[in-house]
């Protein structure tokens, strides 16, 4: 998905909300401001928002001194998940449909978005989210290429819904399973640790993409990423990061599943904000 | 009221909305919004939020080459308000506090931002809105000063609104009633033209500020403005562009009369966002 006029200023507004929740210093919040228009400017060089993202989001690392953050509300997003993973996998068996309330539960980890629910209103939260249908759902075409997929791989997004999509890994009944995270920390975004420390390893093999952004820059990948994004049966994109970096790729077995959070992505869906979608390629 | 940091992002999404608004050329959207870009860069330069805003909504003059791109948006705002005039007439005419219930109309009337509504929507949304009491409401104090009160200025803010406003005047047995609007067009600020035209002449004598920004600026105001200005014994502020122009002027006369939109104003006022004020100076 290209970058739109549109992200500039959301970008920008991110930005000021990022920096504010890693230093009250106003110094600092006005220099990663000033710098962040610096790079609005040159919106033309950046062809999908994750790229221009990693721009701006490293200048936080830059003034801080400090290259993860986000390090804390991370851990934290994780913990808050992992104490409610007894409660989803109460829920998930008392439903007909496994596989449809699995994909929904993970899709449900996307709110964890900058880990800024305790877990009372986590809770709260997704009580009342579980209840809501997915708007786009491709699930017969995913059955249906799931009956015969041997290797399967979620691209990971943040922090802490990485314990929801345990949940999904654990349903999906294939011989090889994939969990893909950022290379080094950006924003919220899931990296190796991450992925260990929500104990994804129980149930599928992490690897990193390769990727220092926060989406898919096949010019960064690694090798052993590609191969196993190029032989996966099946892969499943998490958020809207890596939905913006791969909507425009050819291939039919990319399925996308996130919740709508932006006016721009619920525009090329073609679905509303805040809605949840499970979406095939093509 | 100082510019603050939120302000930046804001203005840029405003600016691309009001773009969209007025022109389909992308061409001229990317002209606008990165000349809006080099003008948030210099953010410093620019005391208050409508200083900044005079400048960036300045561009869509420029570059649509056109004095009053928002000529339409302000008559349609016009036209729906004086169709809804008997309504708002009728309903006032039911109340025992008409002053209270007359302060909130013209409060209601700040909805009228943009001309976004239909007549049919407005309707709706202004039977839902009259329901709604003022969050804060200095009316004690303003009923004391108008028992005393010869001289009332009304700063008024959006076309549309003006309608909603001369209902208030109508209210106020003042012996001299001034309404004052923006010397050029600023965005959908009422001019002479707009405030004749919603017969604010019938009930007030219509000025003119002498500023060509959305609020107030001393440096370009008027002689005969800052007389009036001066010698009144009330003053009432509308809208979000006149309280962060005002707000830090040391004067006890002026009633700040607005719908709060936007959370740095609602941080400052200590009311949140969607709320009505009517609140007194100091």
Redesign the interface.
Known sequence: MKLQ??C??????QI?EATRKVTNSIEI??KI??DA??I??NYKKYKTPPELAREIHGLVKLYTNNPDPYKDIKKQSIKTAKNLYNFLKGFLNQQKDKLYWALKISAIGNVLDYGVYSQVELEKNIEKELKKDFALCDLKDFKKLLEKAKKILIIGDNAGETVFDKILLEELKVNEKFYAVKETPIINDATLEDAYDSGLHECSRIISTGCSLPGIDFKECSQEFLEIFNKADIIISKGQGNYESLSEIKKDNIFFLLKIKCPVIAQHIGIDTNNYVFKKQG
């Open positions: 006029l549109d500039l200023p959301c970008f920008l507004r000021l919040q006005e401001i000033e228009i610096e609005i400017k």
